[in-house]
C-alpha cells in the first residue's frame, strides 16, 4: 500500500489538491498518481509559539515521518519568521507576539522534538529541518510587497476561510499583521520549490487556504505545479478539546508533560476514540490495528486498545526505557508490587506524588510511621494513623504495616533516595532524605 493508500486508510486525508481536466492545461499528474510514480520532497511547517510542541502536533509530524517510510524527503520548517506574525486560522482572537529572543528560544527548543521523528542520518531520503527566519531576514518590506504582494489580489485572501471568520467578528476583526501571514506562508513553498524542488505542502485543514496560496505563488513565478495534502484536525467525542486535559496542555516536553502524564493521557482516552487514534497517530500495520478494533470491540474493559496506543506513543517520543518506567510507575500507584522496581520508575513516582523530607539524623534514629504518615500528609494526626494500620490500610514499600510501633529507616530507602508510602488504594506518598 503506497502513503496515499495508507493515509486514506488512517482516515488522515482531509483535502488535497485536485485537477478538473479544464484547470489542467498542462496534464499534471493528479496527487495520488504523483506519489506513486516518483519520491517528492514536502514539507510542514511549526510555528514556535511555545518552547514546547503538544500533541496537537503530533499529525503533522507523524506525517512528515511517515512519507520519509515511504521513500520520500520531508522538510520541517520551524517558523522562526511566521512564528513571530502569528497564524489566524483556527484562532477566534489576534495571538500575542512574542520578542525575538522569546522566538528563537522556542525554535531552539523545538528543533530536538522534530528531529525525535524524522530520520536526518539516513543516506536514502534524510529530512531536513530549516528556519524561515534564515530566508525571510534578509527580504525588505518595499521587496516583499513589489516581488510577492503583487502576485495576490485582496479579493482572494478575504475569500479564504481563516481571514472571512475573523473579518466576520466585528467585536476581534483581523489586524493586518495577520492577514499578511498567508502571504509569509505562500513564499515559503516557493522558497522550498525553488531551492529543494519541493512539490507538496502538507498541513491541518484549516491550513488550506494558506496552502492553496503557495501553490497559487509556485505556478505564477516558477511556472511549475505545487499540491497541497491536508490531515484532520482531531476531535474528541467527548466534545472536548484534543491535547488538553484537567491539568492543562499535553506537551512533547518531559519538561512540562511527565512521561508518566504523557502516557496516562494516552491510556485514558474515551473508547470511542482510541480506535481512530491507533490509526491517526501510530505507526503499527493495518493488520495489528484491525485484531486491536476486534479485541476492542469484543471486551473494551481488557483496554488492549488503550495500553497499545499509550505504549506506541510514550515509546515514539521519550523511548522505550522511558515508556517502561511509566508503565510500572502506574502499575505501582494502582496497587501493584513495587518488587523489581527500577530507579527510573522510582524516580518518576517521586515526580508524580507528595513528598516529605526528613533529615539524615532523623531516619538515623528512626522515623515512627505514625509520624511519618502526618509528615507526608497521609493522614491529619496520629491517632487516626494509629487507626488507619490497624485497620490494614497502610503500606510501606509495597508491604502492608502491621505495627504502629514501626520505624522507618535507612534499610527501607528504595534505590537509596526514598521510601514509598500509601494509605487506601490510591493515597501515596515518598519520603526523602534531605540533601
Known sequence: MDIFEDLKWRGLLS?????ADSDNADKAPQLPDLLAGKKVTLYC????????????????????????????????????????IGDPSGKTQERQ?????????????????????LDFDTTDNPARLVDNADWFGPISFIDFLRDVGKHFTVNQMVAKESVRARMEDRDVGISYTEFSYMLLQAYD????????????????????????????????????QGYGLTLPLITKADGTKFGKTESGTVWLDAKRT????????WINVDDRDVLRFLRYFTFLPHDQIEALDAAHNADPGKREA??????????MLHGETAC????????????????????????????????????????????????????????????????????????????????????????????????????GKRAYAVVTVEG
Open 324 to 423: 517502561q518506567a511509566a508503565i510500572q510507575a502506574a502499575t505501582i500507584l494502582f496497587g501493584g508490587s513495587v518488587e523489581s522496581m527500577e530507579k527510573e520508575t522510582f524516580a518518576i513516582l517521586r515526580s508524580e506524588v507528595p513528598t516529605a523530607t526528613v533529615t539524615a539524623e532523623q531516619l538515623q534514629a528512626g522515623i515512627v510511621i505514625t509520624e511519618a504518615l502526618v509528615a507526608a500528609k497521609l493522614t491529619q494526626s496520629k491517632g487516626q494513623a494509629r487507626k488507619d494500620i490497624e485497620g490494614g490500610g497502610v503500606y510501606i514499600n509495597g508491604e502492608r504495616c502491621a505495627d504502629i510501633g514501626r520505624a522507618l529507616t535507612a534499610a527501607d530507602l528504595l534505590h537509596g533516595e526514598g521510601v514509598l508510602l500509601r494509605k
Open 258 to 265: 511527565s512521561v508518566y502524564q504523557f502516557y496516562q493521557f
Open 97 to 117: 507576539l512574542l520578542t525575538g529572543d522569546q522566538i528563537k528560544a522556542n525554535v531552539d527548543a523545538i528543533k530536538p522534538q522534530l528531529a525525535r521523528l
Open 189 to 224: 513553498f516557493y522558497h522550498l520549490a525553488e531551492q529543494f524542488g519541493c512539490e507538496l505542502q502538507i498541513g491541518g485543514s484549516d491550513q488550506w487556504g494558506n496552502i492553496t496560496a503557495g501553490i497559487d505563488l509556485v505556478r505564477k513565478r516558477l511556472r511549475k
Open 45 to 84: 511547517g511549526f510555528d514556535p509559539t511555545a518552547d514546547s510542541l503538544h500533541v496537537g502536533s503530533l499529525v503533522p509530524l507523524i506525517a512528515l515521518r511517515r512519507f520519509q517510510l515511504a521513500g520520500h524527503h520531508p522538510i520541517a520548517v520551524a517558523g522562526g519568521a511566521t512564528g513571530s
Open 306 to 315: 488503550h495500553r497499545a496506543l499509550a505504549r506506541e506513543m510514550t515509546t
Open 15 to 19: 483535502d488535497y489538491t485536485r485537477f
